[in-house]
């Protein structure tokens, strides 16, 4: 079994001063999907970045979900 596990993203939290919104795995893996808003020449761009324990998850589209303790699911 090479089941893939899916990160459960939590509540978003929106930050509209800082135009991002957060969710947080609640599996454990202590990954942050953040997406983040600006507007450019009147047009609206949106990314989204991974961050995992305060620091950037550079060149990973979506990082794998890798808790510490495999929760009974
Ligand atoms: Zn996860």
Same mark, same amino acid.
């Given at each position: /079994?090479?089941?893939?596990?899916?990160?459960? !993203?939590?509540?978003?939290? $929106?930050?509209?001063?800082? *135009?991002?919104? &957060?969710?947080? =795995?609640?599996? %454990? =893996? %202590?990954?942050?999907?953040?997406?983040? *808003?600006?507007? @450019?020449?009147?047009?609206?761009?949106?990314?989204? $970045?991974? !961050?995992?324990?305060? @620091?950037? /998850?550079? %060149?990973?589209?979506?990082?794998? =979900? &890798?808790? +510490? &303790?495999?929760?009974? +699911?």
């Amino acid at each position: /079994m090479t089941a893939r596990k899916n990160h459960r !993203w939590g509540d978003k939290q $929106e930050f509209p001063l800082a *135009h991002k919104s &957060e969710r947080s =795995c609640l599996n %454990g =893996c %202590g990954i942050t999907k953040v997406t983040r *808003h600006e507007t @450019e020449g009147g047009r609206d761009i949106y990314w989204t $970045e991974f !961050w995992r324990r305060g @620091e950037r /998850m550079h %060149g990973i589209r979506t990082p794998l =979900c &890798e808790s +510490a &303790e495999a929760p009974a +699911a």
